[in-house]
């Protein structure tokens, strides 16, 4: 068994969990104008998570851990700017989380560094997503307005 593999997986595992989260929460909340269309973007993500916990929930038992139950700090609010502001914050976590991953398997379990690359481009693909949409000053000032913040 490969403990400190197993731990970087269970952090990663946390970080999906509150992807999980986050997302589900966005979308519950976002209302106004982009309502349609953000509400199902934010809905896709957290299906996306769920995916990637699923499946690093199951390597992390095959390699003969435990996978986590817990999960990070959520960031929740009601203004879209700071949702899509925050899915591109987690997004660019989650590059991180599985390039340190990455770095960690390369040379010792090819099979797990496939699994790793495959989900890193999703993630990739997240930052990208949501860097375009941020770099919209139009979407972005109809998003910005009064809102609510918290973290749980």
Partial sequence: ???????????ILRHE???VAQYSQAA????????EVYNEIFLESA????????????KIAALGGVPTIERNQ???????HEMLTNALEFESMAVKHYEEALAMADGKNRPLV??????LLEEQDGVDQ?????????VAAQAK???ASKVG
């Fill in 74 to 80: 959520v960031k929740q609010t009601d203004d879209l």
């Fill in 114 to 119: 496939v699994l790793l690359e495959e989900i």
């Fill in 130 to 138: 949501f860097t375009m949409i941020l770099k919209d000053p139009t």
């Fill in 1 to 11: 068994m490969d403990q400190p593999m197993i731990d970087k997986l269970n952090e």
């Fill in 47 to 58: 299906k996306e998570s769920f995916g990637h916990a699923r499946t690093i929930g199951q």
């Fill in 28 to 35: 519950f909340v976002v209302t106004g104008l982009w309502r």
């Fill in 145 to 147: 307005g009064g809102s």
């Fill in 17 to 19: 969990w509150t992807g």
